[in-house]
């Protein structure tokens, strides 16, 4: 789970800012399950260049509530959260420093959208906030305000798990529990999982992947795997101690995404597969394949382009998928193998999607 967050300060020295404004999104890899937004009294005056850089000036917070009013609610909303933020170093010592002020020991662990970013979508101009979503045809309303920037953090934070093939953010992730029982352990492991498409990843104790899945209903078929009575089946059921998933809305995505997987990480588990398809060629030397997303409003976009499969992304835009170069920034780069080409074309022939777009 993950608290996805901006905060806004009066400026000053170096821990002495105080907090002006909180937008929290708690975020579980797939869609937002809380939210708190709120101004915040600092009960000091804001810097004047502050004031010109946000809008918020000191007359807005006299009625706010003050810091220590909203504590119980932040502490409340990132428990057993990993913090994430643009520049979360920055978000994470301010609220520590506050906390301290109160005599509470805030510890979090934090995932920086920076440091992402520019390793998952390297040789971008800029990875200010602003022009970063810009160039990746993310909106952001309300800049330099706490619930725009921590929106528009979301939308990336989600890009930036699309593009994590190695899975380091879901890794990071991982809460372990060793004193369950086996059929406890998979009855609460089953609750937390959702009934969406998608892939789903177990893991042991030492946090290494044992198995990845896919399927149209990502809990039936977990449940499914828990089920089988095979030697190999419960080695594996004995060995779980968590399970991850990544909800992906298109059933071709989810298959795509498994074949990757399973070349990356190779799990004990998994059977080898031994493909063995002859050349393929798509009908269609520039096509886009839109079909259902993630979530209401969203859409997943493969990119085929002159005769090569390119990769997929999600938008929620209309301009966005109709913008050829944001989408090609956007996109999440996958191999334009026979595998891949067979997989997708198989699909296609078998399935309907929303629509498909020759350019």
Same mark, same amino acid.
């Given at each position: 789970?993950?608290?996805?967050?901006?905060?806004?300060?009066?400026?000053?020295?170096?821990?002495?800012?105080? $907090?002006?404004?909180?937008?929290?999104?708690?975020?579980?890899?797939?869609?937002?399950?809380?939210?708190?937004?709120?101004?915040?009294?600092?009960?000091?005056?804001?810097?004047?260049?502050?004031?010109?850089?946000?809008?918020?000036?000191?007359?807005?917070?006299?009625?706010?509530?003050?810091?220590?009013?909203?504590?119980?609610?932040?502490?409340?909303?990132?428990?057993?959260?990993?913090? %994430?933020?643009?520049?979360?170093?920055?978000?994470?010592?301010? =609220?520590?420093?506050?906390?301290?002020? =109160?005599?509470?020991?805030?510890?979090?662990?934090?995932?920086?959208? %920076?440091?992402?970013?520019?390793?998952?979508?390297?040789?971008?101009?800029?990875?200010?906030?602003?022009?970063?979503?810009?160039?990746?045809? #993310?909106?952001?309303?309300?800049?330099?305000?706490?619930?725009?920037?921590?929106?528009?953090?979301?939308?990336?934070?989600?890009?930036?798990?699309?593009?994590?093939?190695?899975?380091?953010? #879901?890794?990071?992730?991982?809460?372990?529990?060793?004193?369950?029982?086996?059929?406890?352990?998979?009855?609460?492991?089953?609750?937390?999982?959702?009934?969406?498409?998608?892939?789903?990843?177990?893991?042991?104790?030492?946090?290494? $992947?044992?198995?990845?899945?896919?399927?149209?209903?990502?809990?039936?078929?977990?449940?499914?795997?828990?089920?089988?009575?095979?030697?190999?089946?419960?080695?594996?059921?004995?060995? %779980?101690?968590?399970?991850?998933?990544?909800?992906?809305?298109?059933?071709?995505?989810?298959?795509?995404?498994?074949?990757?997987?399973?070349?990356? !990480?190779?799990?004990?588990?998994?059977?080898?597969?031994?493909?063995?398809?002859?050349?393929?060629?798509?009908?269609?030397?520039?096509?886009?394949?839109?079909?259902?997303?993630? !979530?209401?409003?969203?859409?997943?976009?493969?990119?085929?382009? !002159?005769?090569?499969?390119?990769?997929?992304?999600?938008?929620?835009?209309?301009?966005?998928?109709?913008?050829?170069?944001?989408?090609?920034?956007?996109?999440?780069?996958?191999?334009?193998?026979?595998?891949?080409?067979?997989? $997708?074309?198989?699909?296609?022939?078998?399935?309907?999607?929303?629509?498909?777009?020759?350019?």
């Amino acid at each position: 789970m993950y608290a996805i967050l901006d905060i806004e300060t009066t400026g000053g020295k170096f821990d002495e800012e105080g $907090i002006t404004e909180i937008a929290i999104y708690k975020f579980d890899g797939d869609q937002i399950v809380d939210q708190f937004i709120s101004l915040v009294n600092p009960e000091k005056d804001i810097q004047p260049f502050v004031v010109n850089l946000t809008g918020i000036n000191n007359g807005m917070l006299k009625n706010a509530p003050k810091f220590h009013e909203v504590a119980k609610r932040i502490v409340e909303i990132t428990t057993d959260c990993i913090l %994430v933020a643009h520049n979360a170093n920055f978000d994470n010592r301010i =609220l520590t420093t506050e906390f301290r002020r =109160l005599g509470f020991a805030f510890e979090r662990e934090t995932l920086c959208t %920076v440091e992402l970013s520019q390793k998952l979508i390297p040789e971008q101009d800029s990875y200010k906030l602003g022009k970063l979503c810009k160039a990746l045809g #993310i909106p952001v309303s309300s800049r330099h305000r706490a619930d725009g920037d921590a929106i528009a953090t979301v939308q990336l934070f989600k890009l930036l798990l699309n593009k994590d093939f190695e899975k380091q953010i #879901i890794k990071k992730a991982i809460k372990t529990d060793n004193s369950r029982k086996l059929a406890p352990k998979l009855l609460t492991i089953l609750d937390e999982l959702p009934t969406k498409p998608g892939l789903f990843y177990v893991y042991n104790v030492e946090r290494t $992947i044992l198995y990845i899945g896919k399927g149209r209903n990502i809990k039936k078929t977990v449940n499914q795997l828990f089920l089988r009575t095979s030697k190999k089946a419960k080695t594996l059921q004995a060995a %779980v101690v968590s399970v991850t998933f990544e909800v992906t809305g298109s059933e071709l995505i989810a298959q795509l995404k498994h074949i990757k997987e399973l070349q990356i !990480n190779k799990p004990k588990f998994n059977f080898k597969q031994k493909p063995n398809f002859t050349k393929i060629e798509f009908s269609n030397t520039n096509l886009l394949v839109i079909d259902k997303g993630r !979530n209401v409003g969203e859409k997943s976009v493969l990119l085929i382009e !002159n005769n090569e499969f390119k990769g997929f992304c999600y938008t929620e835009l209309a301009h966005q998928t109709t913008n050829i170069e944001i989408l090609r920034t956007l996109i999440s780069p996958m191999e334009d193998s026979i595998h891949n080409r067979c997989t $997708i074309k198989k699909y296609l022939q078998r399935n309907n999607v929303e629509r498909l777009i020759r350019f």
